[in-house]
């Protein structure tokens, strides 16, 4: 009995992840490939049964993120606390004017189970729905399959909701991971929060190119999403995708560049000491020995930093 329900809760984790990842993320956030509305909706009903909320509230706050991040104006940056990028904003009551879905997503404004699963644009109305819907599914689940079935559930839908919120803090705290390119912002590659989210945490490579359907570039970078993405393709589900490698030359904006410039100016003597010197006893020191000194390794080269 235990071993078919933990079959059974990784079965229910991979669904609902892969709801978020190659539905909400990839697909209705990034457009990074194109399938039938079926599949589409197949998709993003497995993540909305993740209490991950209304898909176009979702879509549209991603949207902002890659828009402002690291900003004021993202919705959850880690730099401005670690709550409100956690959960904080996700217990707003409506979209700022900043993240209107009418500016932001345009794609999804009219598509009626979108409109309906937003609730008329009322945050708190919508994860009600959500919430209802999702415990109601596992009511039925439980008359139908037992309270067992319904309780491994109802906890792997719980614990996803849970992984895009961790990742949102994880994956733009600097020390936490590593990058492949320079982006101007936080984001950082971290290979257990990639595990845990069906290839999520290749964080940093996402945001060096956000409309693509592939996140792990790297051989050691495995990414079950875009595998995903990728068998459908090859058997006729998505007609075009966009991808691309560790290779693809990034053309984004760059943090600044500490560069290290050598003066060979003598170094500026304090006045205070210069003061001080001047009511010493003065030497003479001949001239030949003089040029020595200033040419040997005891002169002080100054070394000024400047940003590019």
Request: net charge positive.
């Amino acid at each position: 009995m235990l071993i078919s329900l933990s079959i059974a809760f990784v079965c229910f984790y991979v669904v609902h992840m892969a709801g978020i990842t190659v539905g909400y993320h990839r697909l209705l956030a990034h457009r990074s490939y194109k399938t039938n509305k079926a599949i589409e909706y197949i998709f993003v009903m497995a993540g909305y049964l993740g209490f991950s909320s209304s898909p176009m509230w979702w879509a549209t706050l991603h949207r902002a993120h890659h828009r402002y991040t690291d900003t004021r104006l993202d919705p959850h940056a880690p730099r401005f606390g670690i709550w409100e990028a956690y959960i904080g904003w996700f217990l707003h009551k409506s979209y700022a004017e900043h993240l209107k879905p009418e500016t932001c997503s345009k794609d999804m404004i009219n598509d009626p189970l979108y409109k309906f699963l937003d609730a008329g644009g009322n945050w708190h109305k919508a994860h009600l729905l959500n919430s209802f819907i999702n415990f109601s599914l596992r009511g039925v689940m439980a008359l139908v399959w037992g309270w067992e079935v319904a309780a491994v559930s109802l906890l792997a839908a719980l614990l996803v909701q849970q992984m895009p919120l961790l990742l949102n803090v994880v994956c733009h705290l600097p020390r936490a991971g590593y990058q492949n390119f320079n982006t101007a912002d936080t984001s950082v590659n971290v290979g257990w929060v990639a595990f845990l989210t069906l290839g999520e945490g290749w964080h940093n490579n996402h945001h060096a190119f956000p409309g693509s359907a592939r996140h792990g570039l790297k051989a050691s970078e495995i990414d079950p999403s875009w595998i995903i993405i990728r068998f459908m393709k090859a058997i006729g589900l998505v007609s075009w995708m966009n991808e691309i490698t560790i290779n693809t030359k990034y053309k984004g904006p760059h943090k600044p560049v500490e560069v290290e410039i050598v003066s060979d100016l003598p170094t500026a003597v304090p006045a205070g000491l210069a003061a001080a010197q001047s009511l010493a006893k003065p030497e003479l020191t001949p001239v030949a020995v003089l040029s020595q000194h200033t040419r040997s390794g005891n002169h002080r080269r100054p070394r000024l930093k400047i940003k590019q």
